[in-house]
């Protein structure tokens, strides 16, 4: 019933971009308040690098990411896009697809993990030379 599903990962050169896609099913696209994209890297902790409110489509950056990564969405798709250009080394992480689908993240706190109840079963990104 509820489902995210993420794609797109890979190794990338310093400089390089990388397109990463989240499938989510109809069940939770139609659910979703808002619908964000984490990352983890070994021995740190999740965090948020991109968000979306679904209902006004404002979208939502931390400032290590801000004017580098854009999130999209394609409503007949039920998908959701991270654009990633100018990637660094410190962007090495596990990228994960989430979604809030109680309606529990506001503006002020969008980045917050435990908001978000379902997450896919991410993507590997590694930048490096």
């Known amino acids: 019933q509820g489902q995210l599903v993420e794609s797109g990962g890979g190794s990338v050169q310093p400089g390089g971009s990388l397109t990463l896609s989240c499938a989510a099913s109809?069940?939770?696209?139609?659910?979703?308040?808002?619908m964000g994209w984490f990352r983890q890297a070994p021995g740190k902790e999740r965090e948020a690098v991109a968000g979306i409110f679904f209902r006004v489509g404002l979208t939502y950056y931390p400032d290590s990411v801000k004017g580098r990564f854009t999130i999209t969405r394609d409503n007949s798709k039920n998908m959701v896009y991270l654009q990633m250009n100018s990637l660094q080394s410190e962007d090495t992480a596990m990228y994960y697809c989430?979604?809030?689908?109680?309606?529990?993240?506001?503006?002020?706190?969008?980045?917050?993990?435990?908001?978000?109840?379902?997450w896919g079963q991410g993507t590997q990104v590694t930048v490096s030379s």
């Open positions: 109809g069940y939770i696209y139609s659910k979703s308040y808002m």
């Open positions: 989430a979604a809030d689908t109680r309606g529990s993240v506001s503006f002020r706190d969008w980045s917050r993990v435990s908001h978000y109840d379902t």
